[in-house]
């Protein structure tokens, strides 16, 4: 039963959005279709306003670093030399159905998205956090500015190149009397643990 319905969703997104998207994929009992960047916003209304659709509610958004997947496929997708995608999982309460988004960006020096908060209000503090934290930008976000890093901070943390110790450290001056930030001091270095056992450890006595 689950089956047929997702089956149904999927001849609807084929037949609406013909040939806007990219790909399309079934697994897990949900569906995930990928879409081209230039056609994201029109896809995005389409999704929300067709009566057969209607996916008023933006569940969940989040950013995709594929800087060190080792293949160039992901779920069967394509994707070319592109570093970064946003994912959009969707609900139609209507109809009760659930529908994944995958876009991948074009720019990996300045990856930049159109926002969607105009299409889905919800979509506000999880376009911030992909932005703080991947370093994406969307485009016409009324108020885009970091929501989980501190004032100051540089770099992206969830960028697979972005150091563990970090870029900057904090500490208090008591000569400015305030909190300041510098290069950090750490030298990056992998900590291995060593363990020592005696001989007969874990073994029952006779």
């Known amino acids: 039963m689950a089956d047929s319905r997702v089956d149904k969703l999927a001849a609807n997104l084929q037949k609406i959005l013909s040939d806007q998207q990219a790909d399309i994929s079934h697994a897990l009992g949900e569906l995930t279709i990928l879409i081209h960047s230039r056609d994201f916003l029109s896809i995005a209304e389409t999704l929300r306003n067709h009566t ?34 946003v994912v959009y999982h969707l609900l139609s309460v209507k109809h009760n159905h659930r529908l994944r988004l995958r876009v991948f960006v074009e720019d990996n020096e300045f990856p930049m998205l159109d926002s969607v908060i105009y ?22 976000h009324p108020d885009l500015r970091r929501i989980l890093t501190d ?31 510098q290069p950090i001091t750490i030298e990056p270095r992998e900590i291995t643990p060593y363990i020592i056992r005696e001989e007969q450890y874990g073994k029952e006595e006779i």
Not at 73 to 81: E, S
Request: with cysteine; glycine share 8%; charged share 25%.
């Open 52 to 85: 057969d659709l209607v996916f008023d509610t933006l569940v969940d958004l989040c950013g995709v670093d594929y800087s060190e997947y080792t293949t160039n496929t992901h779920a069967g997708y394509k994707r070319g030399d592109k570093r970064f995608a």
């Open 119 to 140: 299409i889905w209000p919800s979509a506000n503090w999880y376009e911030r956090e992909a932005f703080d934290l991947f370093g994406i930008v969307f485009n016409n």
């Open 151 to 181: 004032y100051g901070f540089i770099g992206n943390p969830f960028r697979k190149d972005f150091p563990l110790s970090g870029h900057m450290e904090m500490q208090y001056d008591p000569d400015q009397k305030r909190v300041i930030y």
